[in-house]
């Protein structure tokens, strides 16, 4: 499928995060990650657009 769209990938490190799931299991660990991502929206963090590129 060809699409005019743009994209974006974004990748994001959690530090530790082997830890977490190592200490509290996999399903608190899904929970984190649900957060991070809740958290990584434009409408959550509206500077984020501004931010160039790394």
Do not use: Q, W, Y
């Amino acid at each position: 499928m060809v699409s005019n769209s743009p994209l974006t990938i974004a990748l994001i490190d959690c530090d530790s995060f082997k830890d977490v799931n190592d200490t509290l299991g996999h399903m608190e660990g899904n929970e984190l990650l649900t957060r991070v991502r809740d958290l990584s929206t434009p409408e959550a963090l509206p500077f984020a657009a501004a931010l160039p590129p790394r």
